[in-house]
C-alpha cells in the first residue's frame, strides 16, 4: 500500500521523553511550541500585575524519563482523529504528564505501539485502561490497540560481560485485552484510523543502519540473538503542502531507513518532521551518527529534525550543526509541533 491521505493540519505532541527543556528558544521556522507557551495560552492566569495576567506555570510541568510517547491528532476538512504512538514505561507518568497537558482521555480512540520495548510499552495495560474508562463514560467505544503480532517475552542487552541488562516483561495480548483495547495485530503496512499509516517491517536499505548491537529477545527460557528488532513500525502522516511526517520511537531499523519507507508511501513527497528517537546514543551505535547526519541531509532532507529519547547528547550536537539555525528542533516532554498544509 502507498497511498496516504492529505491532512489540513498534524499537531504532534510529546507527552513522554527523556528530557525536559522548556527554556530554550525555538528558531522561527520551526513549528513547535514549548510547553512554557502552552501552560500559559491554557492555565487560567493566578493573578495580574499592572493590567497583566500572571500565571504560574511551573507546578504543571511534565516530568522526564526513559521513554517516549507522541499524542497525534490529525485534521482533514472537519473531520479531527487522534491516536497514541507508544505509552512510555510507566502508567503514572504518562497519566501525570497527560493531566499536566490538559489531554482529555476520551478523545483518544487508539493506541499505536512501535515496538516490543517496555521503554515504549510499560506503560500498558494500565493506560490502556484509563483510555477505555474516560471513552466509556461518554459513550465512546473501546480503544483500539495496533500491536505487532510478534511479541517477545522479555528484552535486553548483553554486555561485554556476558550479563544482560534486561527491560521488564512485555504485556500480554490478554491483559491490554482485559484492560478494556481491542486488540489489532498488523504486520504490514496499514491505514489508522483512515488518516495516518502505520508501517509493516522496515526495509534495510541502507550498509550501516544494521540494528542494535547486543539485543537479544527472551521466548520462554530461550535468548535469542535479535539485533534487528524486526517488529518495530513507524507512524506516519502526509500535511497537504508540507510533506511527510513521521515518528521513529528508536529507529532500531535505523531512522534513514524509517524515512526512506515513509518517503515511499507518496514518491516525490518531501519529508517534513522526523520525530522521535535516533538511537545513536552507545560506543557501537554512535560510529553511524557521521553517516546518519549525513544521509539525513543530502537524501531524506527534512523540513525539520527532531531528535529525542534514545538519540544521545553526540548525535544531538551533530545534528544541530547540521541543521540549526531553522530546522533543528528537538523533542523534550511537554513540546507541541503543529503543521498546517500550505
Not at 499537531?11 to 513522554?16: G, H, P, S, Y
Not at 527472551?218 to 517488529?231: C, K, M, Q, R, T
Not at 515513509?262 to 513527497?269: D, E, S, W, Y
Request: contains cysteine; negative net charge.
Amino acid at each position: 500500500m502507498t497511498d496516504i491521505p492529505f491532512l489540513d493540519e498534524l499537531e504532534l505532541l510529546v507527552v513522554v521523553d527523556n528530557e525536559t527543556d522548556t527554556l530554550s528558544s525555538i528558531d522561527a521556522d520551526v513549528p513547535q511550541v514549548s510547553e512554557i507557551a502552552s501552560l500559559v495560552a491554557r492555565l487560567p492566569p493566578s493573578r495580574h500585575y499592572d493590567d497583566h495576567p500572571a500565571t504560574c506555570v511551573f507546578d504543571h510541568l511534565c516530568v522526564a524519563c526513559h521513554g517516549f510517547s507522541v499524542l497525534v491528532t490529525g485534521r482533514r476538512g472537519d473531520e479531527v482523529r487522534r491516536f497514541l504512538f507508544d505509552v512510555g514505561p510507566y502508567v503514572d507518568v504518562w497519566l501525570d504528564n497527560a493531566e499536566r497537558l490538559g489531554i482529555d482521555l476520551s478523545t483518544i480512540e487508539g493506541l499505536f505501539l512501535s515496538h516490543w520495548h517496555a521503554d515504549h510499552s510499560g506503560g500498558f495495560p494500565e493506560v490502556v485502561s484509563a483510555i477505555a474508562h474516560a471513552r466509556a463514560a461518554v459513550s465512546l467505544p473501546a480503544p483500539i490497540v495496533d500491536l505487532h503480532p510478534d511479541r517477545p517475552d522479555q528484552r535486553g542487552l548483553k554486555l561485554p560481560t556476558g550479563a544482560f541488562a534486561l527491560l521488564p516483561p512485555e504485556p500480554t495480548f490478554a491483559a491490554i485485552e482485559a484492560a478494556g483495547g481491542v486488540v489489532q495485530l498488523n504486520a504490514e503496512t496499514h491505514l489508522v484510523a483512515d488518516l495516518f499509516v502505520g508501517s509493516g517491517t522496515i526495509a534495510r536499505t541502507t550498509e550501516y543502519e544494521t540494528g542494535l548491537v547486543g539485543h537479544h529477545s527472551f521466548v520462554g527460557d530461550e535468548a535469542i540473538d535479535d539485533p534487528l528488532i524486526l517488529d518495530e513500525r513507524f507512524f506516519a502522516a502526509h500535511v497537504r503542502g508540507r510533506g511527510i511526517s513521521v515518528l521513529s520511537a528508536c529507529s532500531h531499523a535505523g531512522v534513514v531507513n524509517a524515512c526512506l519507507g515513509a518517503k515511499a508511501l507518496a514518491p516525490g513527497a518531501p519529508m517534513d518532521v522526523v520525530l522521535g528517537g535516533y538511537h545513536l546514543a552507545g560506543k557501537a551505535m554512535e560510529a553511524r551518527i557521521g553517516d546518519t547526519v549525513r544521509d539525513l541531509g543530502e537524501i531524506i532532507a527534512p523540513r525539520i529534525v527532531a531528535p529525542g529519547h534514545c538519540t544521545g547528547w553526540r548525535a544531538k550536537a551533530a545534528l544541530s550543526e547540521a541543521f540549526a539555525p531553522g530546522r533543528f528542533g528537538p523533542s523534550v516532554v511537554g513540546t507541541r509541533y503543529t503543521l498546517e498544509a500550505e
